[in-house]
């Protein structure tokens, strides 16, 4: 069993409110960020979650009315977990005109094999990241689209914060070091919740990310479960969180290489 829900292969109502109101959240962000260009070749990474779904879903709605030529690939990693099939998945974006490629690698068996903990996450991660970087660029995308949200945003910013000793988080658009790809997350503004219930109201059939049996880590779902229980008594936490990513003032930070303090 893959799919949690029966997609009936109804097409979803794109101009659902909440879907409306996605959508220009997303397209505020391609544009503040600049994150598309006339002949972009984007490369929407898909996990089969509904993060991305959506995303390829009202990217589509976006590419059908911009002002711009871009095209897009939905392009999803087969990683060899036991049970993964995507075939129900692969008919619903069909059934919604999205272009759809698989690549097969079997990171599943490289992970069981050298992490003994049972805890897969980070090694999976990394090896997914390499596998879709060198494709994207070995196939010629320009861009690749990753359905990180507002809150992926805020709990890596608190990660980076309390464990490492960093105030940064997952930019919304990246060079990466090698600089052979161009990564954008057109869901920056995005908030999980909405996300969640969008899911819901299209009844889509997603695809779980625990096939390898591994636990999400520990430390994200601690950053999880204390955003939730501040918004209890900060209902506007998100935004706020948001806009202060936004609204950086390095005179009030104490980062030398990012002010002059010495010769103020
Ligand atoms: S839950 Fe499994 S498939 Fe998802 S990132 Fe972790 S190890 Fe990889």
């Given at each position: 069993?893959?799919?949690?829900?029966i997609s009936t292969n109804k097409p979803?109502?794109?101009?659902?409110?909440?879907?409306?109101k996605i959508r220009k959240q997303i397209t505020q962000a391609l544009v503040d960020f600049n994150m598309l260009k006339n002949d972009d070749k984007?490369?929407?990474c898909v996990s089969g979650g509904k993060d991305s779904s959506i995303l390829a879903i009202l990217m589509d709605e976006i590419r059908k009315r911009?002002?711009?030529d871009f095209e897009f690939t939905a392009v999803m990693l087969d990683q060899k977990q036991p049970g993964f099939n995507a075939d129900q998945f692969k008919n619903w974006l069909a059934s919604e005109n999205i272009k759809f490629q698989m690549i097969e690698k079997d990171t599943y068996s490289i992970v069981t094999d050298k992490i003994k903990d049972g805890v897969y996450c980070s090694l999976c991660s990394k090896l997914r990241r390499a596998?879709?970087?060198?494709?994207?660029?070995?196939?010629?995308?320009?861009?690749?689209?990753?359905?990180?949200?507002?809150?992926?945003l805020i709990e890596t910013t608190l990660l980076n914060l309390f464990y490492t000793g960093q105030l940064s988080t997952m930019p919304a658009k990246l060079r990466s070091d090698d600089n052979r790809n161009t990564i954008i997350r057109p869901l920056a503004y995005v908030a999980e919740k909405d996300l969640i219930e969008l899911s819901k109201i299209w009844n889509m059939p997603i695809i779980p990310c625990?096939?390898?049996?591994?636990q999400?880590?520990?430390?994200?779902?601690?950053?999880?479960?204390l955003i939730i229980d501040l918004e209890k008594d900060i209902p506007n936490l998100g935004g706020s969180f948001l806009n202060a990513l936004m609204n950086v003032k390095p005179s009030h930070l104490l980062d030398e290489?990012?002010?002059?303090?010495k010769n103020l």
């Amino acid at each position: 069993m893959i799919a949690e829900n029966i997609s009936t292969n109804k097409p979803v109502d794109r101009n659902h409110p909440l879907a409306t109101k996605i959508r220009k959240q997303i397209t505020q962000a391609l544009v503040d960020f600049n994150m598309l260009k006339n002949d972009d070749k984007l490369m929407i990474c898909v996990s089969g979650g509904k993060d991305s779904s959506i995303l390829a879903i009202l990217m589509d709605e976006i590419r059908k009315r911009a002002e711009i030529d871009f095209e897009f690939t939905a392009v999803m990693l087969d990683q060899k977990q036991p049970g993964f099939n995507a075939d129900q998945f692969k008919n619903w974006l069909a059934s919604e005109n999205i272009k759809f490629q698989m690549i097969e690698k079997d990171t599943y068996s490289i992970v069981t094999d050298k992490i003994k903990d049972g805890v897969y996450c980070s090694l999976c991660s990394k090896l997914r990241r390499a596998i879709l970087y060198d494709f994207a660029f070995d196939h010629k995308y320009t861009k690749m689209a990753l359905g990180h949200h507002r809150d992926d945003l805020i709990e890596t910013t608190l990660l980076n914060l309390f464990y490492t000793g960093q105030l940064s988080t997952m930019p919304a658009k990246l060079r990466s070091d090698d600089n052979r790809n161009t990564i954008i997350r057109p869901l920056a503004y995005v908030a999980e919740k909405d996300l969640i219930e969008l899911s819901k109201i299209w009844n889509m059939p997603i695809i779980p990310c625990n096939l390898c049996g591994s636990q999400e880590g520990m430390k994200r779902k601690k950053m999880k479960k204390l955003i939730i229980d501040l918004e209890k008594d900060i209902p506007n936490l998100g935004g706020s969180f948001l806009n202060a990513l936004m609204n950086v003032k390095p005179s009030h930070l104490l980062d030398e290489k990012i002010y002059d303090f010495k010769n103020l």
